[in-house]
């Protein structure tokens, strides 16, 4: 413990001295603190410095694990790239040598989807680079039916005002953040199909959007840290769709929030188109 004290006893101003049993009377630290003679001051001492020595080893520990999933996640979009590449050139080929029967509607499917998966990783990858998204203006709600392509497990509920809102945002990467939100509440549903809402609105320069859904929420203990990669409280979930989200969401040049935790809310805005 005293070891610890002596470490932040220098960042104390001029006229702290050590008596013995504390600090005198009148001494200040560099972070504006003042320091009072009182008991247990070596203790408040030693409390605020490990407290501020943890807080750094969990932002280390943050970024170390960032700095991983970048490297994980460029050498998992390489093999991809690769593997993609074989799928649509076999699928191609396989649609020259049929006629207009049963199987070619299965080859179709197996291109478009082979193209949309490449289209993915070049935006995640763009993303990784830390490339500036290439944001258009575009319809809202043509976002949020791209983003539920493929999605039986829930009722979606629409409130967007005016209908035609615009937002300036990358339509792929867009599409990727929404289905984030909302392939969360399906998973957590706790009756046969969740009902996720989403209301827009226009507030300034930035369309406002709300995601909630009926499931049990977040647990408070995890929603200071649920953006965080990796972390999880649903069995098979990896923690890695809200990280993404709040990355897709400051590449657009707007954010993302855990609005309220019952039910869970999630508030995302974008420029204004």
Same mark, same amino acid.
């Given at each position: 413990?005293?070891?610890?004290?002596?470490?932040? $006893?220098?960042?104390?101003?001029?006229?702290?001295? @050590?008596?013995?049993?504390g600090?005198?009377?009148?001494?200040?630290?560099?972070?504006?603190?003042?320091?009072?003679?009182?008991?247990?001051?070596?203790?408040?001492w030693?409390?605020?410095?490990?407290?501020?020595?943890? /807080?750094?080893?969990?932002?280390?520990?943050?970024?170390? #694990?960032?700095? /991983?999933?970048?490297?994980?996640?460029a050498?998992?979009?390489?093999?991809? #790239?690769?593997?993609? @590449?074989?799928?649509?050139?076999?699928?191609?080929? /396989?649609?020259?040598?049929?006629?207009?029967?049963?199987?070619?509607?299965?080859?179709?499917?197996?291109?478009?989807n *082979?193209?949309?998966? @490449?289209?993915?990783?070049?935006?995640?990858?763009?993303?990784?680079?830390?490339?500036?998204?290439? /944001?258009?203006?575009?319809?809202? &709600?043509? $976002?949020?039916?791209?983003?539920?392509?493929?999605?039986?497990?829930?009722? &979606?509920?629409?409130?967007?005002?005016?209908?035609?809102?615009c937002?300036?945002l990358?339509?792929?990467?867009?599409?990727?953040?929404f289905?984030?939100?909302?392939?969360?509440?399906?998973?957590?549903?706790?009756?046969? #199909?969740?009902?996720?809402?989403?209301?827009?609105?226009?507030?300034?320069?930035?369309?406002?959007?709300d995601?909630?859904?009926?499931? %049990?929420?977040?647990?408070?203990?995890?929603? %200071?840290?649920? &953006?965080?990669?990796?972390?999880?409280?649903?069995?098979?979930?990896?923690?890695?769709?809200?990280?993404? *989200?709040? #990355?897709?969401?400051?590449?657009?040049?707007?954010?993302?929030?855990?609005?309220?935790?019952?039910p869970?809310?999630?508030?995302?805005? &974008?420029? *204004?188109?």
């Amino acid at each position: 413990m005293w070891s610890l004290l002596e470490k932040v $006893t220098p960042l104390l101003g001029a006229g702290a001295k @050590q008596n013995g049993r504390g600090v005198e009377k009148g001494a200040r630290s560099t972070a504006g603190l003042h320091c009072s003679h009182v008991p247990g001051f070596r203790r408040a001492w030693y409390v605020r410095a490990v407290s501020d020595e943890g /807080a750094e080893a969990a932002r280390e520990r943050a970024r170390e #694990r960032f700095s /991983a999933l970048g490297e994980i996640a460029a050498e998992v979009a390489h093999e991809l #790239r690769n593997i993609l @590449q074989v799928i649509s050139t076999s699928a191609y080929v /396989a649609r020259l040598g049929l006629d207009a029967g049963a199987s070619l509607p299965h080859i179709v499917t197996i291109e478009r989807n *082979a193209r949309l998966a @490449q289209n993915v990783v070049d935006d995640l990858m763009a993303l990784a680079r830390g490339g500036v998204a290439d /944001a258009e203006p575009t319809p809202l &709600f043509e $976002t949020l039916l791209a983003a539920r392509v493929g999605m039986s497990g829930a009722i &979606f509920v629409d409130d967007i005002a005016p209908a035609e809102l615009c937002g300036r945002l990358h339509v792929g990467l867009a599409t990727r953040l929404f289905h984030a939100l909302y392939e969360n509440a399906i998973a957590v549903a706790t009756s046969g #199909r969740a009902v996720v809402t989403t209301r827009a609105r226009l507030e300034g320069a930035f369309v406002v959007i709300d995601v909630s859904d009926d499931g %049990p929420g977040v647990p408070e203990a995890l929603a %200071p840290r649920i &953006f965080e990669p990796l972390v999880t409280s649903r069995p098979g979930g990896t923690g890695l769709g809200l990280a993404l *989200a709040r #990355r897709i969401a400051a590449a657009n040049g707007g954010t993302i929030e855990l609005s309220a935790t019952s039910p869970a809310t999630f508030r995302i805005t &974008f420029p *204004a188109a």
